[in-house]
């Protein structure tokens, strides 16, 4: 008969606050791909069928029945504009924040990354509010100071 051994909540050492960080660095790099795979698929797709104009914010509010696009409009559209432009962008500084999140450094970084990705509504400003919010508590922030 074999014993095996099975881990138990007490093997595993964590200093107060390192669950979140890792926890948080997962769903960041999850929400990172999951923006940059709709950002890359986008351009791919506007590139393939030649029509750059999706990635062109007058051509995009011009589409409204030669009608002048009110306010609302406009904002979506460079919403979109935005969305498809730079989603890659806030996806590899989402991914990248993940990293330092799971080595405990660049909390600078991490900071600038979150405020970037409150623009990217709505899986990375949900991200970012999160992250924001873990990085105001107390055990997280020592995670960091016990790094130096």
């Not at 881990?7 to 940059?36: P, T």
């Not at 002048?68 to 935005?82: C, D, F, K, Q, R």
Request: glycine residues 10%; charged residues 10%; positive net charge.
């Amino acid at each position: 008969m074999k014993a095996y051994a099975h881990a138990q909540a007490a093997d595993i050492h964590l200093r107060r606050g390192e669950g979140y960080l890792y926890f948080m660095a997962y769903l960041q790099i999850l929400a990172g791909v999951l923006s940059l795979l709709f950002s890359v698929f986008a351009i791919a797709r506007a590139v393939s069928a030649g029509d750059l104009n999706l990635l062109n914010l007058t051509a995009t509010t011009a589409g409204y029945d030669g009608s002048s696009p009110g306010v609302l409009e406009t904002l979506l559209a460079g919403y979109m504009v935005v969305q498809l432009a730079f989603g890659w962008l806030m996806g590899l500084a989402l991914i990248a924040s993940a990293i330092c999140c799971l080595k405990h450094t660049g909390r600078r970084f991490i900071v600038i990354a979150s405020v970037l990705n409150l623009f990217n509504f709505p899986h990375g400003s949900t991200v970012a509010i999160m992250m924001l919010h873990g990085l105001t508590r107390r055990g997280i922030s020592q995670v960091f100071d016990e790094r130096h």
